[in-house]
């Protein structure tokens, strides 16, 4: 009796046209992308722009590492570079998930779709985009700066796709095991906060290129290096370096690595995936009773420390805002980080300044402009508790104070600090002043434009300002910032004044001065604007409102 044949094992198909369902979501993939496109000409040409600059960017790298081809720091090069890109596909996903709708995979749940098919679909399609081709040409001039001889090229073979694939599914992996977050409240948040962490990066980009420029060169990251050599996936690409040097067992090593991080991330994103797909989502109104009081009572120890009536009412909403607004907090917290890293870090290479802490209350006075516009269309309800002058002045003197709350500790904790690092405590009482005095300019000429320039902050997307506002927006902080710089200048003369006549010891003067001419001028900023605001209600409603 003969034995019955084994089955021959399907490729799973997509019920309504029998296609494979890796093809099915390759072309879903390039559907959305096409429809997306459609949209707006605006979202199309900023796409093509995106496009070419990102083409000769990757050309520019692509002939930067082929050319490092024979130096004696392509391996240090490749490997850092690889090590980096690969960092960034971790962690972009958590910050720009909503620029690609495949990133949510609740969106298959209720499809009859097996896990590992679908991961294996989701892998390929994943494959077709702008990064997966920036990336491809990052890692073809690595392994063409690398490989050497008939076994290096071999390696480099295996460590190309291998490399790029181990990328690609780390982003998948984290967006999967995040997909709850992405889609919240807090997932916004992130998204917004991205530029912050562009920004920072860059300023620790720049101290760490100066440090290492002291430092001896390219030498000193031997250490770092050593440590890369075994971090998958530039494990691969360290592979193809030392295969060529003819270390076959080391680079044998680290390619199995690689493969084996590959697929400990299939597993990962398999399990997540299958638990995101079955599991309910555990934000019910039992989970969500304790964060409430959790608030409740967060809400309550703030409102006892401040004023009663009207007052404390607009300061607590105004520090609501901070804490709950996606954008608002976004602004915020990119304020009070880049505030502080810019003269500190400054400070910290030598080229600093104490005048340096002036900038941290610059970005923090900057709070003061568009006040209405965090209100959006909500504003109609604070409209409807303002109908003399006293009303205007009252709500503008609640908010500034909700900002000085903040701005003034800030203000003298940065200059502080920066005095610590360099040592110039002499200067400390002038900077405090001149920062405080700051301060209150901003404060002043941001109650007036708030009334005279208001403007719509979108609550979706990464925009701050509406279409066909921009105008009114540059108008309100640049004018703004201009006159406030202006209004500092008593303050300024008066320390110069000090400096020339040789009377230094009179410099702690200018700590009080600036402090209450500060004082002086939010109050006259805010007598001003409170007619302008009365004034304006109509237009100031219909401008918060657009978009």
């Not at 799973?12 to 494979?20: K, L, M, N, S, T």
């Not at 101290?207 to 000193?220: H, N, V």
């Amino acid at each position: 009796m003969t034995a019955a044949p084994a089955p021959v094992r399907e490729p799973v198909r997509d019920p309504a046209h029998g296609e494979p369902l890796t093809s099915v979501l390759v072309r879903l993939k390039l559907s959305l992308l096409r429809n997306g496109l459609r949209r707006s000409g605006g979202r199309r040409a900023a796409w093509i722009a995106s496009v070419v600059f990102t083409a000769l960017f990757a050309a520019l790298q692509l002939l930067g590492l082929v050319l490092l081809r024979g130096n004696a720091y392509a391996d240090t090069v490749t490997v850092l570079l690889t090590a980096v890109l690969a960092l960034g596909w971790a962690v972009m996903p958590l910050f720009f998930a909503s620029g690609d709708e495949t990133l949510d995979p609740t969106r298959l749940a209720m499809l009859p779709l097996r896990p590992a098919p679908l991961v294996r679909g989701l892998l390929v399609a994943s494959l077709v985009g702008i990064g997966p081709v920036f990336t491809l040409c990052l890692v073809v001039g690595s392994v063409v700066a690398l490989a050497r001889g008939a076994v290096g090229w071999l390696f480099a073979a295996l460590a190309l796709p291998l490399t790029v694939v181990v990328c690609v599914a780390l982003a998948r992996a984290v967006a999967t095991a995040n997909t709850r977050l992405l889609t919240s409240r807090k997932g916004r948040d992130l998204a917004v906060l991205s530029g912050l962490l562009i920004a920072v990066g860059a300023q620790v980009v720049n101290f760490g290129a100066q440090r290492l420029g002291q430092a001896g060169g390219l030498d000193a990251l031997g250490p770092a290096l050593a440590v890369l050599r075994w971090v998958p996936p530039a494990s691969a690409i360290s592979a193809v370096d030392l295969a060529s040097q003819g270390h076959f067992a080391v680079a044998v090593a680290q390619l199995l690595l690689a493969a084996l991080a590959l697929a400990g991330l299939l597993l990962w994103w398999r399990t997540t995936l299958t638990t995101l797909m079955t599991a309910p989502d555990a934000s019910t109104l039992a989970a969500a009773e304790p964060a409430a009081k959790a608030r409740e009572g967060g809400a309550s120890r703030l409102r006892g420390l401040l004023p009663q009536g009207r007052t404390g009412a607009t300061m607590e909403r105004t520090l609501r805002y901070v804490r709950r607004d996606p954008k608002t907090k976004a602004a915020w917290v990119t304020s009070l980080v880049i505030g502080l890293i810019v003269p500190l870090f400054n400070a910290w290479q030598g080229t600093g300044s104490v005048y340096f802490a002036c900038f941290a209350a610059g970005m923090l006075g900057v709070q003061m402009y568009n006040q209405f516009g965090q209100d959006t269309s909500a504003f109609w309800m604070v409209l409807q508790t303002i109908s003399t002058r006293a009303d205007a002045y009252a709500e503008l003197r609640a908010r500034a104070l909700a900002l000085l709350l903040v701005a003034v500790p800030y203000t003298v904790l940065v200059t502080v600090a920066t005095a610590a690092v360099l040592g110039d405590w002499d200067m400390l009482p002038e900077a405090v002043g001149l920062g405080i005095a700051l301060v209150g300019a901003m404060v002043a000429t941001g109650a007036w434009a708030s009334a005279r320039f208001p403007y719509s902050i979108p609550q979706e997307g990464n925009k701050n300002v509406a279409p066909g506002q921009v105008g009114l927006a540059w108008m309100s902080i640049l004018g703004g910032v201009l006159v406030g710089a202006l209004l500092c200048l008593p303050v300024l003369g008066l320390s110069v004044w000090l400096h020339v006549a040789g009377l230094n010891a009179w410099l702690w003067v200018l700590l009080p001065a600036g402090a209450l001419y500060g004082a002086l001028l939010v109050r006259a900023g805010l007598a001003v604007a409170a007619p302008t605001t009365v004034a304006r209600l109509p237009e100031i409603l219909a401008a918060v409102s657009k978009g």
